[in-house]
């Protein structure tokens, strides 16, 4: 009914997205009852939340009205930008704003005056060549009846205005229904033509794909603090949500080893205090052409507004004045300060709760000029660090012919092999608490000394790490500068490579217990053939770890690591721990014993059976196949060309990730990946329920699932046979043990003869190229 009203008499009804009403039963459900119902207001709509602050049962709404940029609210517009205008104009150097760059770039003075003025006539220059049109352009698209049906409707609506007479009134009323109606109906075909002509190649084809398999964009409601009041403001919120950020990049507490802290910070100082021994190659244009190529124009800019699609319009010029200012910037080993600043985002974590202000992933943006140095200081740290081998083995992240299921099909084939020889194996994987944000500074300066790294390359990431400052966005509103104590600076490319080179002297136990890292996860294990071996080895071995990560200020979080004992059982059983097991500890805190353990992406469960991991990623699945089914549904015009193209790319790599690592678990468990693509080549190509599943794929060229996952552990383990890490090469050289063998291993998948589908797939296929031959 009130629908009905709302479109009868033009009115909109707003609603918050949290319940308004909480019922003293607990046997009620809370809901919504609280609504805002608005007609003919010119304010601009900005929020509309629930307030958590009284004991009533029905809580207060707050509604944001108007508009905070003084524009009309009325007419919405947005700013395009010409970007061929943009490249013709940079390639103009006599300009006020360049004429006051020195010719010869020598002092850090000269560096920052040429990057003030390039930065200025850049934007300068975008500015000029940007306009603003209205930001819904849907008329211009609409046909030649519907924009004649909307201007008699403007027309009788202002005659109902200027002469209120209920027939007028009726009228305007009519027009309104019947242009709303026909609207709707033009967007309607406009978007089942849309679905028929899409190619793959078509920016709107992923960007609908990305626009329904991502989550809602929800307004963010207010923030509680400490004291618990709420930040209702979006100035609060930006300066609370800086505040937790300044917090969580701070330094952990000094160890208790403080002589160690002072001989490194004063190694430091003294090594700072000589000149560089040594110097490093300078950059060339081509250097520096070929890194803007690679950059992505939808990049977001940093504080200073450099776009990337700006500086990938630079003409010769401007980009010989680039490598004028790098080439200084190396031989001053000088860092400038107006690429240091960053002006950070907050995204909400999945599952985390809005009101609270760790549940938001800081995102950083940078410089758009500054991330370019950062890559050229890049590629001089890599090759002195992964071309002469420094970074350890064990260390699987941020290197090249490195991924995650190369480091967890370690930890799996380790446990096979334990499976194999009757052995018993327990791993404890390390919770490390914003590793990122804080590596201390002046240990990753005397590690990187340690490590031989040039001097003057230590240098210019010394002055690169102090002094940086941050400011948080929320809406239009931003926050008070903040200054950055501790960590590596997120959504810079320089910085995984500084946390590997923080972490690469962890110590590896020489007792047999096996270290995995990824990144700043953190995994040890070790097999026994009974609990008395395995246990003090294991505790000895973590004991030596804790130490390490004290005395480099790493902090750890005990309740939020595991310890999984992983023994081989054909049926699943409810025990956690083998009787009378004891427990591992960090300091004084336990690791809790868990059944299931998500590493790297992948679901371990204590028996390696895989069943918890097929069915998360088959949710998962579900979930993206429900939100595409606009898409690949049987009612959607797209091509099936298309729609298992986007099978291809959105689906299935949630079921695959890392099949290598599981595709040997029990065909029954596997085969409910398969129903789902059955389900899809149902859905998307209509055909009935008499049809069979085998001609489907055919139809399709689409392999089943089993014959996928085969495909890519060949192709994986073929990479890994001849891999250079000795640690991925002597974890697959193994022969599979037979079929009629109690235990299956990862490489037997490569012998597994076809199951029926796969086999009767095949036999059609091969008659249809036989008969194509013919």
């Known amino acids: 009914m009130l629908a009905t009203l709302a479109e009868d008499h033009d009115l909109a009804i707003i609603a918050p997205l949290t319940p308004t009403y909480l019922p003293a039963n607990v046997r009620h459900r809370p809901n919504i009852l609280d609504l805002a119902i608005l007609k003919g207001v010119v304010l601009s709509l900005n929020s509309i939340e629930t307030v ?13 009205l108007g508009s905070s940029t003084g524009e009309n609210p009325n007419i919405a517009t947005k700013t395009i930008i010409d970007w061929k205008r943009v490249s013709t104009a940079l390639e103009e ?10 010719d010869d770039i020598v002092s850090n003075n000269d560096i920052d005056t040429a990057i003030g003025a390039l930065t200025k006539h850049i934007r300068s220059v975008v500015k ?18 519907v924009r004649e049906l909307i201007r008699a409707k403007n027309a009788a609506l202002r005659r109902a205005s200027a002469y209120p007479t209920p027939e007028y009134r009726s009228r305007a009323r009519a027009l309104q229904r019947e242009v709303k109606a026909r609207v709707r109906e033009v967007k309607n075909d406009n978007w089942s033509d849309l679905m028929e002509e899409i190619t793959p190649s078509h920016k709107a084809y992923w960007a609908v794909a990305k626009a329904l398999k991502s989550d809602e964009c929800v307004a963010m409601p207010a923030l509680k603090k400490p004291d618990n009041d709420l930040a209702f403001d979006d100035q609060e919120k930006a300066e609370y949500l800086a505040d937790s950020i300044e917090l969580q990049c701070s330094l952990n507490p000094a160890p208790p080893d403080l002589e160690h802290v002072n ?7 003294r090594r700072s205090s000589l000149p560089p021994k040594d110097d490093l190659p300078s950059v060339s244009a081509d250097e520096v052409q070929k890194l803007i190529r690679e950059l992505k124009p939808r990049k977001a800019p940093g504080l200073d507004g450099v776009n990337n699609k700006a500086i990938k319009c630079f003409s010769a010029p401007l980009v010989a004045l680039l490598v004028a200012i790098f080439n200084t910037c190396i031989q001053n080993c000088h860092f400038p300060e107006a690429w240091k600043e960053a002006v950070i985002i907050g995204i909400p974590k999945p599952g985390k709760p809005r009101d609270l202000p760790t549940s938001y992933r800081p995102i950083s943006l940078l410089s758009g000029l500054g991330k370019l140095f950062e890559k050229v200081l890049k590629s001089r740290l890599s090759d002195h660090l992964l071309g002469k081998g420094l970074i350890i083995n064990e260390q699987f992240g941020f290197r090249p012919n490195h991924s995650c299921p190369q480091q967890a099909l370690r930890l799996v084939e380790h446990i096979s092999e334990g499976f194999k020889r009757k052995r018993k194996t327990v791993a404890v994987f390390f919770d490390v608490a914003k590793a990122f944000d804080k590596v201390w500074h002046a240990g990753l300066i005397y590690k990187l000394h340690q490590l031989q790294v040039p001097d003057r390359l230590v240098f210019i990431i010394q002055q690169y790490l102090t002094n940086r400052h941050f400011s948080f966005r929320h809406e239009k509103s931003i926050s008070a500068k903040r200054l950055i104590t501790a960590g590596v600076p997120q959504g810079s490319t320089l910085s995984p490579l500084l946390y590997s080179a923080y972490t690469n002297d962890i110590p590896r136990p020489q007792t047999g217990v096996q270290l995995a890292l990824f990144a700043d996860d953190t995994a ?31 902090e750890v979080n005990p309740e939020k690591s595991a310890a999984i004992f992983f023994n081989y059982s054909r049926v699943k059983k409810k025990e956690v721990v083998p009787y009378n097991s004891p427990t591992f500890r960090i300091n004084k805190s336990s690791i809790p014993w868990h059944h299931k353990y998500k590493y790297l992406g992948i679901t371990l469960d204590k028996h390696l059976h895989f069943k918890d991991h097929i069915k998360r990623v088959r949710q998962n699945a579900q979930l993206y196949l429900s939100r595409l089914s606009s898409m690949i549904g049987k009612k959607s015009k797209m091509s099936l060309r298309n729609k298992c193209t986007l099978y291809k ?34 859905r998307a190509s209509g055909a009935p329920w008499y049809v069979r599943n085998d001609i489907l794929h055919r139809d399709l060229e689409l392999p089943t699932i089993s014959k996928y996952m085969q495909d890519m552990s060949k192709k994986f383990f073929d990479t890994a046979a001849n891999h250079p890490n000795p640690l991925l090469q002597t974890a697959v050289s193994y022969e599979p043990p ?25 036999r059609l296929t091969n008659i249809n190229k036989d008969m194509t031959e013919l």
């Open 52 to 64: 958590h602050c009284l004991g009533s049962d029905h809580l207060p709404v707050l509604l944001k």
């Open 93 to 102: 150097v006599d300009t006020p704003n360049l004429n006051v760059i020195p």
């Open 128 to 145: 000029r060549c940007q306009r603003k049109v209205p930001a819904n352009s849907d008329r211009r698209g609409l046909p030649a009846d």
């Open 263 to 269: 001989r490194v910070e004063n190694e430091v100082l």
């Open 524 to 554: 040890l294990y070790l097999s026994g053939s009974n609990f008395r071996i395995i246990t003090p080895r294991l505790q000895k071995a973590i004991d030596e770890l804790t130490r390490w990560f004290q005395t480099w200020r790493i």
């Open 649 to 682: 790319v959105c689906i299935r790599p949630v079921m695959t990730y890392a099949a290598p690592v599981f595709a040997h678990a029990n065909p029954k468990a596997l085969y409910q990946l398969q129903v789902l693509q059955n389900n899809f080549c149902r």
């Open 738 to 762: 037979p079929p009629h063998h109690f235990i299956r291993r990862p490489r037997n998948v490569l012998s597994d003869p076809p199951d029926e589908l796969t086999a009767e797939v095949e």
